[in-house]
């Protein structure tokens, strides 16, 4: 985080998996308590930077007694994120940002969040540059290699070609992989993982210690330009 902060950034997108996993079936109600802790001592270290958030797959704990447990599910992760949603959009200096929600089946969009978004991207005025961004990528390399994407990506697709004097970028993580794809004038960027190989050494396939096969542990750095332009830089941990 400490490295974060060396790039003077102005606020954070924190692209889910905020916590190690909360989602197989044996984690217990005091492990999951144990990964917030853990998440919100790391989280001083960026006291006074605003951070939005999407939530991951490993964040909902699935497996508690009951329904009804106040930690279950995905509106415990939106508590504790502070999110104001679990899909949400806000302003920053003239761009607009949408976080959204692909924790549903088959990786997708449902309805009510699908049609909100098709009416908020219809309601910007022209031109407004904007920036996307859910847990699981829409489009990439990174697929190709390990699955995870949307499986809804097309009618996404067309989504962002109808607004595509908005659309600019859509930015995921999930796979932990680094790949930027540029179609139809949209970058979809899939910004590796802080965590790298989960926070182990690695495995045959990794190129090096920490890495998921070919990407090391790291985060990007965005400069996003008033013009719409986008600049999207991953930085390996300790550069």
């Keep these: 985080m400490k490295l974060v902060k060396k790039h003077k950034v102005d606020f954070l997108l924190n692209g889910g998996d905020s916590i190690h996993a909360a989602d197989y079936d044996d984690i217990t ?69 949408i976080i959204l929600d692909g924790n549903n089946p088959k990786i997708s969009l449902d309805d009510e969040q699908y049609q909100w978004l098709e009416k908020y991207l219809n309601a910007l005025p022209e ?16 697929p190709g290699l390990v699955g995870g994407n949307h499986s809804d990506n097309k009618k996404l697709k067309d989504l962002f070609y109808r607004n595509r004097d908005k659309v600019r970028v859509f930015l995921s993580g999930h796979n932990h992989l680094y790949d930027k794809v540029l179609y139809n004038g949209v970058w979809y960027c899939c ?24 990407t090391p542990p790291g985060f990007a750095i965005l400069k996003l330009f008033a013009d719409g332009t986008v600049e999207n830089e991953y930085y390996p941990h300790g550069k």
């Design 29 to 97: 109600h005091a492990k999951v308590n144990e990964q917030w802790v853990a998440w919100f001592d790391c989280m001083e270290e960026l006291k006074g930077y605003d951070m939005y958030s999407c939530i991951g797959n490993h964040d909902p704990w699935w497996a508690a007694p009951e329904k009804t447990d106040p930690m279950y599910g995905k509106e415990y992760v939106v508590k504790q994120l502070k999110m104001p949603h679990r899909y949400y959009s806000f302003n920053r200096k003239g761009w607009h940002f």
């Design 191 to 214: 910004n590796g993982a802080m965590s790298g190989f989960w926070w182990e050494q690695g495995d045959k396939e990794s190129a090096g210690i920490g890495y998921y096969q070919e």
């Design 127 to 142: 031109g407004t540059p904007t920036l996307l961004m859910s847990y699981f990528p829409v489009f990439g390399a990174t």
